[in-house]
């Protein structure tokens, strides 16, 4: 199978967060099997997707380029590079800003 971009949103202050969220979405839900999505997402210099819980289903970012604070379920916050790969587990909360001068891009599953 080959997916392209299924759709292309853009959502202010996604989860009372700051700036421009947009979210490229390849694979949407029930596409396959156990996934709700498979996206690119975009976050211009100074926005942020705010702290929220993943309260039916779970969630990995994979840093692609830029630079950005993660805050984890334990509201502890690390900097995160291209490579980084952060977890979020059912049940779990997170948010995550970008930090830097460029646009964070990142990989979002949600399963």
Not at 11 to 34: A, D, Q, S, V, W
Not at 86 to 95: F, R, T, Y
Not at 104 to 111: C, K, M, P, S
Request: glycine fraction near 10%; hydrophobic fraction near 35%.
């Amino acid at each position: 199978m080959i997916f392209n971009n299924e759709e292309i949103i853009e959502i202010e202050n996604l989860y009372g967060g700051t700036g421009r969220t947009k979210i490229y979405k390849h694979i949407t839900e029930n596409k396959i099997e156990r996934m709700k999505m498979f996206a690119n997402v975009t976050l211009e210099a100074g926005a942020s997707i705010g702290y929220h819980q993943h309260t039916d289903d779970s969630e990995i970012y994979h840093i692609i380029s830029g630079s950005g604070l993660f805050t984890d379920a334990d509201e502890s916050e690390k900097t995160v590079t291209p490579g980084d790969c952060c977890v979020i587990e059912k049940g779990q909360s997170h948010g995550i800003e970008n930090t830097g001068d460029c646009v964070l891009e990142f990989i979002a599953v949600v399963f």
